[in-house]
């Protein structure tokens, strides 16, 4: 499949990146229009410009010369990961007097009716203080805001304490956004930045979904802005820099919000999903497709829409105004796209007497304990120990020197230990267990509202068990190469299906 927009015979070269939080996937673009592919561990500072210097045979840290990259395009789970570990910057949540819960609280929604024991996702890291001042629902003003010095001790107070990102979210500022506007104004002058404002950030009413949006953003941004910073800096002025966004656009990093690249790496695995299976001459037949990372699994699907002009059918994608993850409603535009935080890198852990998987993931670095960096069990290795992934079938890059295979025999003490603080026996049935609940929660979960929404109903995923053995499938696509294939076809503002 040729990359959109690129048929190469002059200007520099052009790269397509993936940066996961586990993996690194690349296709690189000669002058010529001959293409390279790399797969690498994202267990750098920066492993999309490290892949880009090995593939243009420069050494670690080496500037590239002016002119030698026309473009990159990247799709980053940066974003993504940092929301589903946590590992996100503090934030001080600004709301109106009595709101304080409401972050916390949310709409009671339940994801499990009938579920005796409620389990409630982690909370983002932030500081809530309430403000007085309130207005009506047609913008005028009930209570004027007020800015009195006992709230301005607690405000600097919690910049002591080092917090910097601040989000403000208040009452009916979509109608009349005088009050954001005014402390805004006012936190900026006492230090804080960046202050986002729920008017500007979401735009849409509801405070819920709008106070989300915006406390996801002032948590993301720095964690994102700092990790684009330095890809730009890498690459050079002259490069130009574009981003995938969730709704399957490129965007130049200044243009860009936090909260819209959260489905980021997933959407150019939905828009490359759509390539493929248009090239394979499946266009206009319903889809599902499955891209399982390191640390997150998507799950997403393509209606058949009507036939084109010429006859030839297309997938019917309708983005979604809001989109729900890890337990947070976001005003941001996405293609639909199911993600949750269980990876080929979940953790398998003993906790309260059974195993858990998840949402903390081994990362490239240490990685999983087949790794032999001194991780910690994942399901990659439960997936080595019950041999549905060939110990020889892995290249020979782990270690600390990068030349070992797979350490097969740590895996299966590791799980000892496990089995023995179980009172079990290893016979690859803890194994089993840890790659059950994975899957389970990786698949079924997302699948099911996907496949119950699809009007044909083409696939049906089975509980608990790896993508090749979905069961009744009309066809099975794989694409060659690695995981930046969505972003060869990707294209500024364009509109897929």
Not at 44 to 65: C, H, K, Y
Not at 206 to 219: G, Y
Not at 221 to 242: D, E, F, I
């Amino acid at each position: 499949m040729a990359p959109s927009g690129s048929e190469g015979g002059g200007g520099g070269w052009r790269f397509w990146i993936d940066r996961g939080g586990t993996f690194t996937d690349l296709v690189g673009q000669e002058p010529d229009g001959s293409l390279v592919v790399r797969k690498v561990l994202s267990d750098s500072a920066d492993p999309a410009v490290a892949a880009i210097r090995e593939v243009l045979g420069l050494e670690a840290g080496q500037p590239l010369p002016d002119g030698l990259v026309e473009e990159v395009r990247l799709g980053t789970t940066v974003a993504t990961n940092a929301l589903l570990e946590r590992r996100v910057a503090p934030v001080l949540l600004l709301v109106n007097q009595g709101f304080a819960d409401l972050a916390a609280i949310g709409d009671q929604h339940r994801p499990d009716i009938f579920a005796l024991r409620i389990e409630r996702p982690e909370l983002l890291p932030y500081r809530v203080l309430e403000v007085p001042g309130r207005l009506a629902a047609d913008g005028s003003e009930v209570e004027p805001l007020g800015r009195g010095p006992e709230l301005e001790a607690r405000i600097l107070e919690a910049r002591a304490a080092g917090l910097r990102s601040c989000a403000v979210a208040l009452l009916h500022a979509v109608v009349n956004p005088a009050h954001e506007l005014a402390l805004g104004a006012w936190l900026e002058e006492l230090g804080f930045a960046p202050v986002l404002l729920s008017h500007r950030v979401g735009g849409l009413p509801r405070l819920l979904p709008r106070l989300h949006t915006t406390l996801v953003e002032a948590a993301v941004r720095p964690v994102l802005r700092a990790y684009l910073g330095q890809v730009q800096h890498s690459l050079g002025a002259a490069t130009r820099l574009r981003v995938m966004t969730s709704s399957g656009v490129l965007q130049a990093p200044d243009q860009l919000l936090a909260k819209d690249t959260i489905l980021s790496g997933p959407a150019g695995g939905l828009v490359g999903a759509v390539a493929v299976a248009r090239s394979a001459g499946l266009a206009g037949r319903p889809i599902i497709g499955f891209d399982m990372g390191g640390t997150s699994t998507d799950v997403f699907h393509a209606g058949a829409g009507p036939p084109a002009a010429g006859g030839e059918g297309h997938f019917a994608l309708e983005l979604n105004p809001e989109t729900h993850v890890a337990g947070l409603r976001l005003q941001a535009p996405t293609l639909p796209i199911h993600t949750v935080a269980a990876g080929g890198g979940s953790v398998v852990r003993l906790e309260g007497g059974r195993l858990q998987v998840g949402p903390l993931s081994a990362g490239a670095d240490p990685g999983p304990a087949c790794y032999r960096r001194g991780g910690p069990l994942t399901i990659t290795d439960a997936n080595l120990l019950l041999g549905r992934l060939p110990e020889g079938a892995l290249p020979a890059v782990f270690g600390p020197g990068g030349d070992q295979p797979p350490d097969a025999a740590i895996v299966r003490r590791g799980f000892e230990v496990l089995a023995a603080e179980l009172a079990g026996q290893v016979d690859g049935s803890h194994a089993q267990e840890s790659l059950d609940g994975c899957e389970g929660q990786s698949a079924r979960q997302p699948a099911r509202e996907s496949v119950q929404s699809a009007v044909d109903r083409p696939v049906g995923l089975a509980g608990g068990v790896d993508p090749p053995a979905m069961v009744k499938t009309r066809a099975a696509v794989s694409p060659e190469g690695p995981g930046s294939t969505g972003l060869t076809g990707a294209e500024p503002d364009r509109s897929w299906g």
